[in-house]
């Protein structure tokens, strides 16, 4: 299953980048003849408290820059600093546990790290929330409702492209809403109307409203301004198979895989 490109588009929106790996973090980067001392000088803060020194220490410990590397211990420091509601740190655990890359995927640990986020006023983590809730797995549920919502709050271009597309295509029939996706949609095409993700959302309302032939003639459209975007040339199969589903008047179903 391919993930829907309009998902991945966003993590190259400046307003909306979250940290990949710790490597995206700051971390100090002393002279080599001082290192020690500094490094010294932030465990000993860490082990007093200081949440910051145990947001860094944390970082040091996964990545295994000026200490030897200990995941476990990284994580155990991570979750210290968060629990004082350290944003960093709440950021960097939620990110750990969602990507799965450097420690095992928690999407329960990175749900609940992104929701004190969102109380701290973090629209990124409500973004993070919706995309978790689209996908569901791994002790989560797949809610789509929940993610609509989530979007709908976030509010930019992006997260509403999201809900066109969820309202279209979602795999439980009592979230799905084609008019609504089909308004907005049509609201968002007047931004960009040669976005080919746009016009992908927008031909998948078509096809859940039961206009196949409108839903033909957007997604040719979608496929043409796709060809005129190499950034997006990966996505161009399954553009092309969502265009045979419309031509045999078939809706599209997709559950969003997490990336």
């Given amino acids: ?17 979250v940290a990949a790996s710790v490597s995206a973090f700051s971390i100090p980067q002393p002279q080599a003849e001082n290192a020690a001392t500094k490094v010294a000088f932030i465990q000993l803060n860490a082990k007093n408290g200081d ?7 944390g970082l040091m410990s996964i990545s295994g820059r000026f200490v030897h590397i200990d995941k476990q211990q990284g994580i155990e420091w991570l979750q210290r600093a968060a629990a004082q509601n350290h ?6 655990l939620a990110d750990l546990y969602y990507e799965g890359s450097l420690v095992p995927r928690d999407l329960v640990q990175a749900l609940n790290a992104y929701q004190q986020l969102v109380e701290q006023g973090n629209p990124l983590a409500r973004f993070r929330i919706g995309l978790i809730y689209a996908a569901g797995g791994e002790g989560v549920t797949r809610d789509c409702r929940r993610a609509v919502d989530e979007f709908s709050q976030v509010g930019d271009a992006v997260s509403l492209g999201n809900v066109v597309w969820i309202l279209s295509t ?4 009592e979230h799905r809403d084609g008019a609504r996706a089909l308004a ?14 746009i ?3 927008l031909a998948a309302a078509y096809a859940e409203m039961g206009d196949f032939g409108a839903a ?13 975007n190499p950034q997006m040339q990966t996505h161009a199969p399954e553009f092309r198979l969502r265009l045979i589903s419309y031509l045999n008047r078939q809706a599209h179903r997709e559950a969003l895989p997490l990336k």
Avoid: H, R, Y
């Avoid at 949440?51 to 220490?57: I, K, M, N, T």
């Fill in 184 to 197: 907005l949609g049509l609201e968002l095409l007047k931004s960009n109307q040669g976005d080919p993700s």
């Fill in 51 to 57: 949440a910051e020194a145990q947001f860094l220490l």
């Fill in 170 to 173: 979602c795999p439980e029939a």
């Fill in 1 to 17: 299953m391919q993930i829907k490109p309009w998902f991945i588009s966003v993590f190259f929106v400046g307003s909306l980048t």
């Fill in 216 to 228: 033909v003639k957007i997604q040719q459209q979608a496929i043409d301004a796709l060809e005129q």
């Fill in 199 to 201: 016009l992908d959302n």
């Fill in 87 to 92: 944003p960093k740190a709440l950021q960097a």
